[in-house]
Every structure is written in C-alpha cells, then in structure tokens.
C-alpha cells in the first residue's frame, strides 16, 4: 500500500528558511514523479513543484520559483522541498503527491505557518 | 497558464438525489481532466482521471464526462458520505498544473 508521511513543518519568520520531507513507502519510489502541492487555510489547492522519478526534470510555480528548491534521495525514499525567502502568503498545508500528470495519492499534508 | 473555473461554488443537494457540478477550462485540455474529493481535514482523494476514468476503488455513482473545455462529474444517488469539496485539475498543458477553485456539495 503506498504511503507518502510528510514532515518539517512548523512556525517560521519570514524571511527565514524550512526544510519538508516526504517519505514514501509502498512503491518504487525511484520509478515516479513527486509533486508537492499546498493549500491555504481555508482555500483551495494550488500546484507548487515537481521533479521526475530521476530528478533530472524540476519546475516550480511562478509564485515560489527562485525560493523553493526541490531534492530528492531515492535511496531514502524520501522527497523534500527547501523554503527559503518565506512569506505570509506561503502559509498553507504542504502535501506531497505520486504521480506525473496528476495526484494519486497524497500524504496527510504538513502545515507551514509564517506569521506575518 | 490554463484557468480552471468551477460552478456552482456551492451546491445544495438532498441524500439520494444527484448531484451535478461543472468544470471549465479557459482552452481546450482534451481530456487530460481530474477530479478529486477532499473531506474536512483530509487530503484530497483522486475520483476520476482521462476526464471519465474512475480512480481504483471509487464507487460507480461518480461519473465523469467532457472533453475540450467543459467537464461535468455527476454523483447518480448522494450518499452522507459524498459531502465534501470537489476539485477539477488540468494535466494537459503545464507547468502549472492548475486546479478551479472547487465546488462545496452540501446537504440540503
């Protein structure tokens, strides 16, 4: 059964930086693409990166492209999204997802405060 | 960038009725469409892919259809547990993949 668990949110200063992981199990890990997709309290869903199975492809929405960096370490199974330049508005639940073209499944999100 | 708008923001059904809510893309996608359902402090859950194509596991009273620039995911009977937040996505053309911005089903 997959199972993607992220982790590393938190409160943070704007201005200041946030590492997420995710960890995943249940599938070759190596094999898919990861997404990351984020939703504001109380707000929709809104796209934020993704790499491929090799890490050799990357592309980031417009509104954190220049601050997020994506990374991955197949032989950790694991996913992660550097967050430096933090804003307010990058206030949201994180989540990680499998897949290329769309998003199945998803973790159980991590939430990401940055007051302002 | 591909805009996705969803309608009606909110819709107001009764339990065994069905339920019908539409998805519109600014250009054509084809029917590189999904839907998801997300419930109050879940994660979303993929419903429907290719537009029509139920995700494994996903009952027989969702449905989907469309193709082009307008999508309809229709629910034949509304069970309680259907109630939640839909959203539509666009895979056809990105980055970005981009999301409308859902539609509330309640009960009526």
């Known amino acids: 059964q997959v199972h993607l668990v992220e982790s590393g949110g938190g409160v943070v200063q704007p201005g200041r930086s946030l590492r997420l992981s995710c960890a995943a199990s249940?599938?070759?890990?190596?094999?898919?693409?990861m997404h990351w997709v984020r939703q504001a309290p109380g707000k929709g869903l809104e796209w934020v990166a993704f790499m491929s199975y090799d890490g050799s492809n990357k592309y980031y929405a417009d509104s954190v492209k220049g601050r997020f960096t994506l990374s991955r370490d197949n032989s950790k199974n694991t996913l992660y999204l550097q967050m430096n330049s933090l804003r307010p508005e990058d206030t949201a639940i994180y989540y990680c997802?499998?897949?290329?073209?769309?998003?199945?499944?998803w973790g159980q999100g991590t939430l990401v405060i940055v007051p302002s | 960038e591909i805009v996705m708008t969803q309608s009606p923001a909110t819709l107001s059904v009764s339990p065994g009725e069905r339920a019908t809510l539409s998805c519109r893309a600014s250009q054509s996608v084809k029917s590189n469409l999904v839907w998801y359902q997300q419930k109050p402090g879940q994660a979303p859950r993929l419903l429907i892919y290719g537009a029509s194509t139920r995700a494994t596991g996903i009952p027989a009273r969702f449905s989907g259809s469309g193709s082009g620039t307008e999508f309809t995911l229709t629910i034949s009977s509304l069970q309680s547990e259907d109630f939640a937040v839909y959203y539509c996505?666009?895979?056809?053309?990105?980055?970005?993949?981009?999301f409308g911005q859902g539609t509330r089903l309640e009960i009526k």
């Open positions: 249940g599938f070759t890990f190596s094999d898919y693409g």
């Open positions: 996505q666009q895979y056809n053309n990105w980055p970005p993949i981009t």
């Open positions: 997802a499998k897949g290329a073209s769309w998003f199945d499944p």
